[in-house]
Nanobody, 123 residues
Framework: QVQVQESGGGLVQPGGSLRLSCAAS????????MRWYRQAPGQQRELIAT???????YYLDAIKGRFTISRDNAKNTIYLQMNNLKPEETAVYYC?????????????????WGQGTQVTVSS
């Protein structure tokens, strides 16, 4: 069994900062790419940042220069440092990860999602 859990959301004023965490746990052999998404009310979920196991990163243009994704492989955790937040970035932020596990003696890679953490940017 594998679990992915986000934390660190909350209420922040416009221009403020938050740091989200996403931790994977369970019977893990390896973790490959990990990703952050967000879903604003009434909108589709969008991919905002990714980080590979080698540390290569991708950012949605709208967050470049303000958000930073990082990874601690020893803790099976990624982070999203969010600075200069805007009200329109109010959303539920989700994490997913491509995780290799062993099931019934066979190795398999599956994508696991967390439950999300609410970020509200408001004065």
């Amino acid at each position: 069994q594998v679990q992915v859990q986000e934390s660190g959301g909350g209420l922040v004023q416009p221009g403020g900062s938050l740091r989200l965490s996403c931790a994977a746990s369970g019977s893990i052999i390896n973790i490959y790419t990990m990703r952050w998404y967000r879903q604003a009310p009434g909108q589709q979920r969008e991919l905002i940042a990714t980080i590979t196991d080698g540390g290569d990163t991708y950012y949605l243009d709208a967050i470049k220069g303000r958000f930073t994704i990082s990874r601690d492989n020893a803790k099976n955790t990624i982070y999203l440092q969010m600075n200069n937040l805007k009200p329109e970035e109010t959303a539920v932020y989700y994490c997913n990860a491509d995780i290799q596990t062993r099931i019934d003696g066979s190795s398999t890679v599956n994508r696991y999602w967390g439950q999300g953490t609410q970020v509200t940017v408001s004065s």
